[in-house]
C-alpha cells in the first residue's frame, strides 16, 4: 500500500475516533443566562422537547397552558432527533442580563427543516411574536431574506423570555440553536456569506474546468465527474440554504423533493465515476461487480422518488451513501495496494469527502453529535476532494495522452531501428573497440606507474592518495569494460562471476573512491549499515561496486551543499534457504529530479540537465538498469526538484554461513560527533561488530560530571574535538585512558599539537579499516599488503632475455618498470620491424618478447608471424615465447593474436601482477618444452 493511501486511511481513522468518542457534556440548567458582556449564546443542554404524530400535535396555546405534557430535556447543547415523521415542540427560556443589547436573532443554523414556527412568549405568557420558515413553504413566508431560519427577538435586560418552536421535517430533525445580538449577527452573516461565495465560486471554476477538459478530450470520466460536482454542488448549496433563497424562492414543490430525488444521485454518480476512473471492468472485474451494484442500486432508488414518500426514502437513501462512501474508500485501497497508478491520488481525495459525508450521514441518524465540526466538514472534504481528482484525472489523461504517443513513437523507432539494425550494430562495435584503444592506451600509463608507486616506501597519505588514485584506475577499467560489453548486455549474453564477498569490504571500495572529492566539495559522505545485514554476501562484486559506483558520482555530480549517504538495510530477512533481500540507498540533497526525468532515467541512453550546465549521462544509469535485472534485482529513484534524490537498489543475495563472532563484543565505546548523521553512522557500525556505545554531540557532554564514572574501550571524535592536549588528557581521566581514536577528514592537514598515539581514521570511514584500527590498534595505513610486497623477484628472472616491441615512449616506460621491479632488464624497440630483426640475428639468445600489436612500420600482428615463419624455416631456432600487448580487449582481438601465432595476451592497461603471472607462464611452459 502507497505511503499516501496509508495517510488518507488513518486519517478517517482518527476522525472517526474522535467524533464516537465525544466529551459527554454536562446538565446545564433549563434557564438560559446571558451575561452582562456576552453577545452569543449557545444553549446549553437542557432544551426541552416533545413530539406528536403530525394529526395529534396541539397547538401553541395548548402547549404554553398545559404544564402536564411530558417533555424531555436534550442531553446534548444541540438537539438531534434524527428521523421522525412527528412534529415537535422546543421549549427554552432566556433572560437578558447584558443592558446595551436588546434586540438578538433566534438562529437555527439548519435550512433543511421542512417547517419551523417560532413563537416568542413574554414574562406574562403572552405570545410577542410569531415567525415561519423552512423549506416546505414559501419563502416569502419569512420575515428576512436569509437562507437559514433567523429570527428577531427583542430581549428586555433583566426579564425571562420564553421561546416555543414548532418543527416538522422530512429530514433530519436537527435544531442547532443560538442567540445572537443584531450587530453579531449581521458582521457574522457578512463573514458567512464571503466564505460561502469563495466556495461555491471555487465549485463553479472547477466544474467549468473539468467540462472544458472533458469537450477537449471527450473522456467520459470526466463527464461523469462534471455530473457528481454538479450534483455535490447542488446538495450543498440546499444545505446551506442558498438554493431556496436563489434559485426557487416561490417553488416550494421543488424545494421539498430537491434532496428527495438528489440523494439517489449521490449514490450513482460516484459509483459510476469509480467504475470508469480506475477501469474496474478491465483491472479488477471482481470490485466492479460491487461497484455495479451500487450503481443499480442508486438508479433504483432515483427511479423510485416520484412513488414513494421523502420520510421513507430519504432515510434509505443516506444508508445507500454510507455504503457508497466505504465501499469506494475499500476499492481505493485495493487498487491502491496493486500499485494501480490512479488508485492513490484517488483514495486520498475519497477519503477526504468521506469523512463530511459519513459525519453528516451519521450525525442526520443521531449516532454522533450534529455541532459545527461534524456539519461543516463536508463542504471542506468536498472541496479537497474536488481539486484533487481535478488533478487525478488532468493525471490520468495526460498519462494516457503520453502513453499513446510513446506507443506510436516506439512502433515508429522499432520499425526504424530493425530497418537499420545491422549497419548500427556494426558501427556501435566499431566505436567501442575504437574508443577502448584510445582510452586503455593512456590508462596504461596511469595503472602501471600507480601500480608501482604504491609499493614504494610511502607516509599514510601518500599512500592513500596512491591507493586512491589506484582504485580509480580499476574503476574506471571496470566502465570500460561493460562499455564494451553493452551490446552484449542488450543481448543477454553477459556472464555474471558469483562469488562470496564481504559486504563492508565492496561499500568501502566505492567509498574510498569519492574520498577526496568528498573532501574538496565539503559534502560529508556517511554510511550506514544495519546490523542485521550479512556480513558475507554471494554476488557478483564487479557488478554491484558498477552500479553503486555510478550512484554514488551521479550524488556527488549533482549536489554543492548538504550530504551524501549511503544505506544498507535489510529489506526481507533470512528465509529457510540463506537467501535476503537488501536495500540499498544512495540519498543525497542536491537538486532533485521532477517526474518527468525520473521517469526517463532508466529506460533511454539520453542526457538529463539538472541545473545550469550541468548533464548526467544517462548510459550510466541505464547499464546500472540492466545489470540490476541480471543479478535479480530492481533499481529505481524518488526525488522531487530542489529537494534531493533517493536511488535505491533492491538486491537479492545469498548469504555465506559465517559462525564469526563479533569482534568487539564486551567492549564500549564513546562517540562524539556534532553531526547527527555521523554519529548515527558509527553507532550503527559498532554495534553491528558487538561493541555498546555512547553518543556525544560535544565534548562537554561527554565530560559533563554527572555523568557515571565508567571505563571504555574506545573514544572515537572528530578533529576539532581533539584539538588539544588538554582535552585529550581529559578525556583519558574521564574514562580511565580509553584508546583515542580521531576522525580525519580525507586531503587536510593534521594539527602539530596532537599526541602521536592517537589513532587516525580518515573520512569517509572505512568500514574494514575502523574496525581493523580497534581490533588491533594500529593507524589505517599503518600495516598494508601492498606494501609488504613491494617487489615480486621471480626464480631465475635475472637471467631471462626480454624484448619489449612498444611504440608508445609511456606505455615503454611502465613496462620496462614493471619488469625491472620483477628483476628482468629489457630491451627496448619501437616497432616490429626491429624485433624481427633482434630475433633473426641473435636466434638462440630471446626467452620472451612484449609484442604491442598496433605499432607503425611493422605492427605486432605482421611481426610475430615473420618470427614463426622464420622458426619454421629453421629448424633448429628455438620457439621465443611472444606476449601479445594490445589495448583492444574484445575477443575478436584475441583470436587475431593467436591466429598471428602469439603465445600469451595481455589486454592494457597491465599491472604488475599480471606481467608477474604471464613470465610464470611462459617459464613453466618453455621448461615442459626443454624436458620433452
Request: hydrophobic content about 45%.
Amino acid at each position: 500500500m502507497s505511503r499516501d493511501v496509508r495517510f488518507g486511511f488513518l486519517l478517517v481513522v482518527a476522525f472517526f475516533l474522535q467524533i464516537l468518542v465525544t466529551q459527554a457534556h454536562g446538565h446545564g440548567p433549563g434557564m438560559q443566562i446571558i451575561g452582562d458582556q456576552q453577545q452569543i449564546l449557545y444553549p446549553k443542554s437542557g432544551i426541552k422537547y416533545f413530539c406528536f404524530p403530525a394529526d395529534k400535535t396541539p397547538d401553541i396555546n395548548a402547549v404554553r397552558k398545559s404544564s402536564p405534557l411530558d417533555w424531555q430535556t436534550t442531553e446534548e447543547s444541540v438537539a438531534n432527533l434524527g428521523f421522525t415523521s412527528d412534529k415537535c415542540w422546543f421549549h427554552l427560556t432566556v433572560r437578558n442580563h447584558n443592558p446595551l443589547h436588546q434586540n438578538w436573532f433566534l438562529l437555527i443554523d439548519y435550512a433543511m427543516l421542512g417547517e419551523v414556527d417560532a413563537y416568542q412568549l413574554d414574562a406574562g405568557g403572552n405570545i410577542v411574536s410569531h415567525y415561519q420558515a423552512g423549506m416546505d413553504r414559501d419563502f416569502s413566508v419569512r420575515s428576512n431574506n436569509y437562507p437559514i431560519p433567523a429570527f428577531p427577538a427583542s430581549l428586555p435586560t433583566g426579564v425571562d423570555s420564553d421561546f416555543y418552536i414548532l418543527v416538522r421535517s422530512a429530514h433530519s430533525i436537527q435544531l442547532p440553536l443560538s442567540l445572537v445580538s443584531k450587530e453579531q449577527f449581521e458582521s457574522g452573516f457578512l463573514t458567512r456569506t464571503l466564505v460561502q461565495g469563495l466556495f461555491f465560486g471555487g465549485m463553479l471554476v472547477m466544474i467549468l474546468y473539468n467540462l472544458s477538459l472533458f469537450f477537449t478530450v471527450r473522456e467520459k470520466a470526466y463527464l461523469i465527474y462534471v455530473c457528481w460536482s454538479l450534483a455535490i454542488t447542488l446538495y450543498l448549496a440546499v444545505l446551506q440554504g442558498y438554493a431556496q433563497r436563489y434559485l426557487w424562492p416561490h417553488s416550494t414543490l421543488i424545494s421539498s423533493h430537491i434532496i428527495h430525488f438528489l440523494l439517489p444521485l449521490l449514490v450513482l454518480l460516484p459509483s459510476l465515476f469509480t467504475l470508469h476512473f480506475l477501469s474496474l471492468n478491465q483491472k479488477a472485474p471482481r470490485l466492479a461487480v460491487w461497484m455495479k451494484g451500487l450503481v443499480i442500486t442508486g438508479g433504483i432508488l432515483f427511479l423510485a422518488t416520484p412513488f414513494t414518500s421523502r420520510e421513507f426514502l430519504i432515510p434509505v437513501s443516506v444508508l445507500a451513501i454510507l455504503v457508497m462512501d466505504f465501499s469506494i474508500l475499500w476499492v481505493g485501497l485495493v487498487r491502491s495496494r496493486h500499485n494501480d497508478p490512479d488508485a492513490r491520488i484517488f483514495t486520498v481525495a475519497w477519503a477526504c469527502f468521506i469523512m463530511g459525508a459519513a459525519s453528516m450521514a451519521l450525525n442526520k441518524y443521531g449516532v454522533v453529535p450534529r455541532n459545527s465540526f461534524t456539519e461543516n466538514l463536508l463542504q471542506v472534504g468536498v472541496f479537497v476532494e474536488v481539486v484533487l481528482l481535478s488533478l487525478a484525472l488532468a493525471r490520468r489523461i495526460n498519462r494516457l495522452k503520453e502513453a499513446h504517443s510513446d506507443s506510436i513513437r516506439d512502433r515508429a523507432i522499432a520499425e526504424m531501428e530493425a530497418f537499420k539494425a545491422g549497419a548500427r550494430n556494426h558501427a556501435k562495435s566499431e566505436f567501442l573497440a575504437t574508443m577502448s584503444h584510445e582510452i586503455r592506451t593512456p590508462m596504461n600509463g596511469i595503472m602501471g606507474m600507480t601500480d608501482l608507486l604504491r609499493r614504494t616506501a610511502l607516509t599514510q597519505q601518500q599512500a592513500q592518495y596512491v591507493s586512491t588514485i589506484y582504485q580509480s584506475t580499476q574503476s574506471l577499467l571496470t566502465v570500460i569494460n561493460d562499455i564494451l560489453d553493452y551490446s552484449r548486455i542488450e543481448s543477454g549474453k553477459l556472464e555474471l562471476d558469483f562469488q562470496d564477498v564481504a559486504l563492508e569490504s565492496v561499500v568501502d571500495d566505492c567509498v574510498r573512491l569519492f574520498a577526496l572529492r568528498s573532501s574538496e566539495k565539503k559534502v560529508p559522505l556517511h554510511i550506514h549499515i544495519d546490523s542485521r545485514v550479512p556480513d558475507i554476501i554471494r554476488t557478483d562484486p564487479i557488478r554491484l561496486k558498477q552500479i553503486l559506483t555510478n550512484l554514488l558520482s551521479n550524488a556527488f555530480k549533482f549536489t554543492e551543499r548538504g550530504s551524501v549517504a549511503f544505506h544498507v538495510t535489510l529489506k526481507q530477512p533470512v528465509n529457510n534457504n540463506n537467501q535476503c533481500v537488501l536495500m540499498i540507498e544512495v540519498v543525497d540533497t542536491g537538486t532533485g529530479l521532477d517526474e518527468a526525468q525520473q521517469a526517463s532515467l532508466f529506460e533511454t541512453v539520453s542526457e538529463v540537465r539538472h541545473t545550469g550546465d550541468q548533464k548526467g549521462a544517462g548510459l550510466g544509469l541505464v547499464i546500472c538498469k540492466r545489470l540490476s535485472d541480471l543479478l535479480g534485482g530492481d533499481i529505481g529513484v524518488s526525488s522531487s526538484l530542489g529537494r534531493g534524490a533517493t536511488f535505491w537498489l533492491s538486491l537479492p543475495v545469498k548469504v555465506a554461513q559465517s559462525t564469526t563472532k563479533p569482534v568487539l563484543k564486551n567492549r564500549t565505546a564513546v562517540v562524539i560527533s556534532s553531526t547527527p548523521a555521523q554519529l548515527l553512522s558509527l553507532s550503527q557500525l559498532l554495534s553491528r561488530w558487538g561493541a555498546k556505545t555512547l553518543e556525544f554531540r560535544d565534548v562537554e557532554s561527554a565530560l559533563d560530571p554527572s555523568i557515571p564514572d565508567q571505563p571504555v574501550d574506545f573514544v572515537i571524535a572528530e578533529q576539532h574535538v581533539m584539538a588539544t592536549s588538554s582535552t585529550v588528557e581529559r578525556l583519558r581521566k574521564q574514562f580511565h585512558s580509553p584508546t583515542l581514536v580521531l576522525l580525519h577528514p580525507t586531503g587536510t592537514p593534521l594539527s602539530d599539537t596532537l599526541p602521536e598515539d592517537l589513532l587516525l581514521i580518515e573520512t569517509p570511514l572505512s568500514c574494514q579499516a575502523l574496525k581493523r584500527s580497534l581490533v588491533t590498534g594500529k593507524d589505517e595505513f599503518a600495516v598494508e599488503s601492498a606494501l609488504a610486497e613491494q617487489t615480486v623477484i621471480l626464480d631465475q628472472a635475472n637471467r631471462l632475455n626480454v624484448i619489449v616491441a612498444e611504440d608508445n615512449p609511456v606505455n615503454q616506460l611502465v613496462i620496462e618498470s614493471i619488469l625491472k621491479s620483477l628483476g628482468v632488464q629489457p630491451t627496448l624497440v619501437g616497432n616490429g620491424e626491429e624485433a624481427f630483426k633482434l630475433v633473426n640475428e641473435q636466434p638462440n639468445y630471446w626467452d620472451i618478447c612484449f609484442m604491442d600489436c598496433e605499432m607503425p612500420v611493422m605492427d605486432g600482428y605482421l611481426a610475430t608471424s615473420s618470427i614463426r615463419q622464420m622458426e619454421a624455416e629453421q629448424s633448429s631456432q628455438p620457439h621465443c615465447w611472444i606476449i601479445g600487448l594490445s589495448a583492444h580487449a574484445t575477443g575478436d582481438y584475441v583470436q587475431k593474436a593467436r591466429d598471428a601465432g602469439m603465445d600469451d595476451y595481455l589486454s592494457k592497461p597491465v599491472a604488475q601482477q599480471q606481467v608477474s603471472e604471464a613470465i610464470k607462464r611462459a617459464q613453466l611452459s618453455r621448461s615442459n618444452d626443454v624436458s620433452a
